[in-house]
């Protein structure tokens, strides 16, 4: 299972306590925010797209939404998202538990400008049931991500 790998993941460094799994489901924003009891602009979205080939993945705030024009600015051609199957095959997560952490090979992951914003955010660990609560430090640290980028709107910066 997912999750597993996610735990695997973060034993490498002291944290898979952090961890954690719901009783109810976090697949999506609305589902994650009312399992943490937070505003779901704090959920860190993972959006899986397919770029030459291969996929990349966008952590983004909860509130965001991708910008077409600022997406094909930053990627050289339109966003189009992953099919569920696709997620599953190309990444090794399932949607509602896509993240960037235990992934397979070759995924590139870009963080969104949207989460700047926040002291904390909770991404999901590799099921519709988890999630795990990094500081911004800590999600560029155990994301692997290979740079900040601006590629999303609807999000008020505070």
């Keep these: 299972m997912s999750i597993d790998i996610v735990r695997e993941y973060f034993r490498k460094y ?3 306590d952090r961890v954690q799994e719901f009783e109810v489901s976090s697949a999506t924003v609305e589902l994650a925010a009312a399992a943490l009891q937070c505003e ?3 959920i860190a979205k993972t959006l899986s797209f ?3 080939g291969h996929a990349i ?4 705030a909860g509130d965001a939404k991708i910008a077409n024009a600022q997406y094909k600015a930053q990627f050289g051609t339109k966003a189009k998202m992953l099919s569920s199957e696709e997620v599953e095959a190309m990444v090794g997560h399932a949607v509602g ?3 960037p952490f235990g992934i397979k090979e070759g995924v590139e992951v870009y963080l969104d400008v949207s989460l700047k914003r926040f002291e904390t ?3 999901a660990c590799g099921s519709g ?3 795990i609560e990094l500081t911004i430090p800590e999600l560029e640290k155990y994301s692997g991500y290979l740079g900040w980028v601006d590629v999303c709107k609807g999000y008020e910066m505070e």
Excluded: H, T
């Excluded at 993945?57 to 983004?60: C, E, G, K, N, T």
């Design 50 to 52: 397919l770029v030459d």
């Design 121 to 123: 955010v909770f991404p």
């Design 129 to 131: 049931n988890s999630a």
């Design 14 to 16: 002291g944290m898979e």
């Design 97 to 99: 538990g896509v993240c």
């Design 40 to 42: 779901p602009k704090r």
């Design 57 to 60: 993945l966008i952590v983004a």
